[in-house]
């Protein structure tokens, strides 16, 4: 494992088209690190310097200090995990998983060992003389686990891996993955664009647009306080409340409170998760913030439901567990914690 620097990298592949803009960096030794973001953003392009397959236009790399930007990628000990796996399908899982140790000189004894090692870490010894094509997804995704863990990286790379596994396959490969990096105490930047592999694996993450971070955080925070209304909509589905900042106050057509970070005077948002907004039961009038609703629609997803509720001319939805029923047009009382409605600029996107 190793403390990894970036700094100042930056790489256009059309001139003045840059798709990482001076872009830093910090992940911590033993650290799983995600890098969430939209297609395009540049969080590949970022992998694939580290690995030693992009040049960078300008900017600094370091593994503990020790400056890795101008070595070849079989000198980086920075091992890389494709999301189309890349494997050999002539070689045999062996044979794959060997591939890079070979490039690096290792033979014998030692080569043995380490495959081996390898493939009992990803539960797969027993696979070792199969050809890659007779795997199924999931065990071909575990052969090219190994093969980067065979080499013992400083850096493990992950790009989206599971992106082409079936909803099921993915959540038993996401312990999978987090297992092992937890056993060898890897350091690892994970990519991906699903929010749940990162906010399920992560110890922090970094949501990228346009080449540069926009949120840093460990994923309760970047989930439930976003630093502005794109992280907010990419981490999740969320409620716009239109309202206005005076003296410190937040005043909407939901009610007024004191936010814990209050903003300029002037037209602001507050955005709220559905999961923080709660129906009322009778005689029960809440902590917090409440207003009058009624229910426009529902939508059964087996272990919640969400509701779709109107409150004067505002859409709003609420997530809740273990719902009873409820008719469409009943009016409802809706409350929500301030504490949990984040303020952002009204005209900020």
Sequence with gaps: MAEVNISGISKAYTPNQPILSDFN?????????????????????????????????SGSIRFDGREIGTLPPEKRRAAMVFQNYALWPHLTVFENVAFGLRCAGVGGRELKKRVTDALEMVRLADFAERKSPSLSGGQQQRVALARALAVDPLLLLLDEPLSNLDARLRDTM???????????RLTALYVTHDRREAFSMADRAAVMFGGKIRQLDVPERLYNFPADRFCAEFLGDVN????????GVFSSRLGEFVPEHPLPDGPATAML?????????????????????????RMFLGESCEWSCRAGDLELLVRESSAPARPVGAAVRLTFDPA?????????R
């Design 174 to 184: 996401r312990g999978e993955i987090r297992r092992i990096c937890r056993e060898r």
């Design 25 to 57: 960096l910090d992940i911590h030794s033993g650290e799983m690190f995600f890098l969430l973001g939209p297609s395009g953003c540049g969080k590949s392009t970022l992998l694939r310097i580290l690995a030693g397959l992009v040049t960078p236009d």
């Design 273 to 297: 998760r559905p999961e923080r907004l709660r129906f009322a039961g009778a005689g029960d009038t809440g902590d917090g913030i409440g207003f009058d609703a009624v229910v426009t629609d």
């Design 240 to 247: 716009f409340i239109p309202g206005r900042m005076t003296g």
């Design 340 to 348: 949990y409605a984040v303020l952002t600029a009204a005209e900020a």
